[in-house]
């Protein structure tokens, strides 16, 4: 094989070969446990499954679907959201390659949310009756999906927090450490990306106005902590940034 067509398979092994499987991904050592062992990662290939691209705004599940999965996205951007008795959405979450969604609905067999496509976006289904027949003989992947609930459940506290008691510069700044941080988790650049929502949905999300949000911005760049093009956003200095989600 030469080096041309090695570089073509490297390619066709990511987030755009919706088939590759989870040993292959590049994604897995967010996913997956790392004490997983190869035979261990093929037990659980054998029960994802992998379905055509989502487009954007189309949904993955909707609030009060029957719940039969946990979802890993694979590529693209996804926001959850609740349905207000007036009708209104509530943003309560974006989740991003790697991140695991869908979990709302383990308590009551139904979802508690919808999940949304911001993007084109893919997903690996995980049956979870399946995923619990396969927990109990993998006592580290039982854990990891433990740890992953436990996870979702700190940051809806977090929330809670941030919009109880920070500044709107505070919430904004903490949205977008929390971009920062995950896409270093994801090995990609952690000051230079494109946000995929919009200004509504975050506004929506952190309980803000979009004019508040666009302020917001703006004095980040006039701090120069932050450089921002449309979505495009590069952070300047990203101890600033922390400082100011911090409050400090």
């Not at 991140?99 to 911001?118: F, R, W």
């Not at 049956?127 to 003989?137: C, H, I, Q, R, V």
């Amino acid at each position: 094989m030469n080096t041309q067509q090695q570089h073509l398979d490297t390619k066709k092994a990511c987030s755009h070969d919706f088939q590759v499987s989870c040993s292959n991904c590049r994604l897995n050592s967010i996913c997956l446990p790392f004490s997983l062992e190869a035979r261990d990662i093929d037990e659980l290939d054998r029960i994802i499954q992998r379905s055509k691209p989502l487009q954007k705004g189309h949904h993955l599940y909707r609030e009060g679907d029957s719940f039969q999965s946990v979802y890993a996205v694979r590529a693209g951007t996804l926001k959850a959201y609740q349905t207000t008795d007036d009708g209104r959405e509530q943003v309560t979450g974006f989740y991003f390659p790697g991140e695991i969604v869908g979990m709302d609905g383990i308590s009551k067999n139904v979802h508690a949310s919808s999940a949304k496509a911001l993007e084109t976006a893919a997903v690996c289904e995980i049956p979870f009756s399946s995923l619990e027949k396969l927990s109990a003989t993998m006592p580290q992947l039982q854990r990891h999906f433990f740890q992953l609930m436990s996870r979702e459940i700190t940051e809806d506290q977090q929330l809670i927090t941030l919009l109880s008691k920070s500044s709107a510069d505070e919430r904004v700044a903490a949205l977008i450490f929390s971009v920062s941080a995950r896409n270093a988790k994801r090995r990609l650049s952690a000051t230079q990306f494109r946000l995929s929502m919009s200004r509504v949905d975050i506004g929506n999300y952190l309980g803000l106005t979009v004019e508040t949000v666009s302020r917001v911005f703006s004095r980040m760049q006039k701090m120069d902590v932050l450089r921002v093009d449309n979505k495009e956003i590069e952070v300047l200095d990203l101890d600033a940034l922390k400082r100011l989600a911090e409050g400090a």
